[in-house]
């Protein structure tokens, strides 16, 4: 079993960058896919980033191409979403999932209990 905890969420004016962590338990995080999900409220939680277990691979939704990155830190057993230019937009919950890379959800098997991300304008 997995277990995973974000942490980094903050308020934030426009423009401004956070970095998101996702520290992982359990031995099969390293050949676990790894994504990034944002809700806000009264929506639907939706694909922000995705990386591969080896972390050679990303996929990114198209609002945030440009702006974010996902990267891994498999020693450390740790997933990061550096997130710059951040918008009003960008405002959710984020959810970090271990699963099997995809840009779909119910790929993804595990899940955090998220971190508030506040952007104001």
């Known amino acids: 079993q997995v277990q995973l905890v974000e942490s980094g969420g903050a308020l934030v004016q426009a423009g401004g960058s956070l970095r998101l962590s996702c520290a992982a338990s359990g031995r099969a995080f390293s050949w676990s896919a790894m994504g990034w999900f944002r809700q806000a409220p009264g929506n639907e939680r939706e694909i922000v980033a995705a990386i591969s277990g080896s972390g050679y691979d990303t996929a990114y939704t198209d609002s945030v191409k440009g702006r974010f990155t996902i990267s891994r830190d498999n020693a450390k057993k740790t997933v990061y979403l550096q997130m710059n230019s951040l918008k009003p937009e960008d405002t959710a919950v984020y959810y970090c999932?271990?699963?099997?890379?995809?840009?779909?959800?119910?790929?993804?098997?595990?899940w955090g209990q998220g971190t508030q991300v506040i952007v104001s304008s």
């Open positions: 999932a271990a699963g099997t890379y995809s840009l779909r959800a119910n790929s993804y098997n595990y």
